[in-house]
């Protein structure tokens, strides 16, 4: 933690930045370390939890952005209902170990080249974006998508959140289902 302050200090002092760009590249560098540490290790249990902490470093982007309902709703839905549930669903099955060889390390090569073409197409997205007029659209978007879910939708959206919760319970009583018992 003291290295992370200690780089946002020096970001202030040498580059002049305020604080809320240096607490971007701090959650961007948090985000990308640990979207790094969820694709290379091998036990799964701590791959989902440097998931959630890759959502929540999303969500802080959020909310410094402009976007405070997104960041909540990234923490509720991914962080407190998506990560969650495949955290129990991991739990439940019981196999915490990666085989020792995986799958996509086979297409390693094809991979790499799919990632630099998809950061070539990024990186002149960005470089062509007029990014003083997309604060304003964002914004505006976020107040009338909250608007509509909250006024309109309010029913819909609670009873999708009950259909997730009989799939959750569900889930868990077909996984704690006694072999040999009654199916």
């Given at each position: 933690?003291?290295?992370?302050?200690g780089?946002?200090?020096?970001?202030?002092?040498f580059l002049?930045?305020?604080?809320?760009?240096?607490?971007?590249?701090?959650?961007?560098?948090?985000?990308?370390g640990a979207?790094?540490?969820?694709?290379?290790?091998?036990?799964?249990?701590?791959c989902?939890?440097?998931?959630?902490?890759?959502f929540?470093?999303?969500?802080?982007?959020y909310?410094?952005?402009?976007?405070?309902?997104?960041g909540a709703?990234?923490?509720i839905?991914?962080i407190?209902?998506?990560?969650?549930?495949?955290?129990?669903?991991i739990?439940?099955t019981?196999?915490k170990?990666?085989?020792s060889r995986?799958?996509f390390?086979t297409?390693?090569?094809?991979?790499?080249?799919a990632?630099?073409?998809?950061?070539?197409v990024?990186?002149?997205?960005?470089s062509?974006?007029?990014?003083?007029?997309?604060?304003?659209?964002?914004?505006l978007a976020?107040?009338?998508m909250?608007?509509?879910?909250?006024?309109?939708?309010?029913f819909p959206?609670?009873i999708?959140?009950?259909l997730?919760?009989a799939?959750?319970i569900?889930g868990v009583?077909?996984?704690?289902?006694?072999?040999g018992?009654?199916?």
């Amino acid at each position: 933690m003291g290295a992370v302050l200690g780089i946002a200090a020096l970001m202030l002092l040498f580059l002049g930045q305020d604080w809320a760009d240096a607490l971007f590249w701090i959650l961007s560098a948090i985000m990308i370390g640990a979207g790094l540490l969820v694709v290379t290790m091998r036990d799964i249990i701590r791959c989902g939890l440097a998931m959630i902490v890759c959502f929540g470093a999303l969500a802080g982007i959020y909310v410094l952005i402009g976007a405070p309902l997104i960041g909540a709703a990234q923490v509720i839905v991914y962080i407190g209902a998506i990560s969650v549930l495949i955290l129990f669903a991991i739990m439940l099955t019981q196999t915490k170990d990666a085989p020792s060889r995986l799958v996509f390390q086979t297409q390693a090569v094809p991979a790499a080249i799919a990632s630099v073409v998809i950061a070539v197409v990024i990186a002149l997205a960005i470089s062509s974006t007029d990014w003083q007029a997309t604060e304003k659209r964002a914004r505006l978007a976020t107040d009338k998508m909250s608007a509509i879910l909250f006024r309109d939708f309010v029913f819909p959206f609670e009873i999708v959140s009950v259909l997730l919760l009989a799939a959750v319970i569900g889930g868990v009583f077909l996984a704690k289902r006694e072999p040999g018992g009654p199916s």
